[in-house]
């Protein structure tokens, strides 16, 4: 792997009780690069998302982050990495500060480098920022979680519907922030529903269709495939023959 690649993916794959859910799925991100992970419900993005990070070990395939192997070298590898699960899971007792602090600790980064306060601005946190994760609403929980994904500055992202919960607001914030993470260098895999504010956001595209990788390639050699039209047309395109199959 070539450092100007920090995510690469060979030939993953996943069986879920005798079925394979993701089937040989491979590709690379380049540092500043921003890919949307996108297919319907069940085309095995999450489980794919999940083996990157580490959580669930591939029945054959390798990761490569930074050009350490998950399941190799999974601790060097996930210092590199900011990882944003689908339903986050916070501790209630622990305020939004304390999450930020947890973080830190956790990624062995200085509290006092990591700049607590500026990331509880930026993702408009300052009126709970000493309030108990209990208490904040879904999109304000979605929020923490994020900010506690960047507050190491880590050289991966993969976000699984980091928009869920988020207003308009919030998802301007978040948009924001993902294309800071990619002039800075960041290479960031980002799974939607969001058609709209994956082609306004997103450099490149993946479309996955019952584990398999259906379509790949840059936003712009999408909209040449599309020939002018929307993303949607392409998604829809790329997934007709198994929305036919269903009936």
């Not at 890919?35 to 959580?55: C, D, E, Q, Y």
């Amino acid at each position: 792997m070539s450092e100007s690649h920090p995510i690469v993916v060979e030939g993953l794959a996943r069986d879920w009780e005798g079925t394979r859910a993701v089937d040989d799925v491979s590709f690379e991100v380049a540092a500043g690069r921003v890919v949307a992970l996108v297919g319907p419900n069940g085309a095995g993005k999450t489980t794919t998302l999940r083996m990157m990070a580490g959580i669930v070990q591939p029945t054959a395939g390798t990761v490569a982050l930074c050009g350490h192997g998950i399941a190799t070298h999974p601790v060097a590898a996930k210092q590199h990495l900011g990882w944003v699960p689908h339903d986050p899971a916070l501790f209630d007792a622990l305020t939004v500060r304390e999450h930020l602090e947890l973080a830190c600790d956790l990624w062995g980064v200085q509290v006092a480098d990591a700049d607590i306060d500026g990331w509880i601005e930026r993702f408009h946190l300052s009126e709970k920022a000493d309030a108990p994760t209990s208490a904040l609403s879904r999109g304000q929980k979605q929020k923490v979680a994020l900010a506690s994904a960047a507050v190491h500055r880590p050289d991966v992202l993969l976000l699984d519907e980091p928009m869920t919960g988020l207003d308009p607001a919030a998802i301007r914030t978040m948009k924001a922030w993902v294309r800071a993470e990619a002039d800075r260098g960041v290479a960031i895999i980002l799974s939607s529903h969001l058609l709209g504010v994956v082609e306004d956001l997103c450099t490149d595209l993946i479309v996955l269709v019952k584990g398999r990788v259906r379509y790949r390639g840059t936003m712009e050699e999408a909209r040449v495939a599309l020939d002018g039209e929307r993303l949607e047309e392409l998604f829809f395109k790329a997934t007709a023959e198994d929305a036919e199959g269903t009936g």
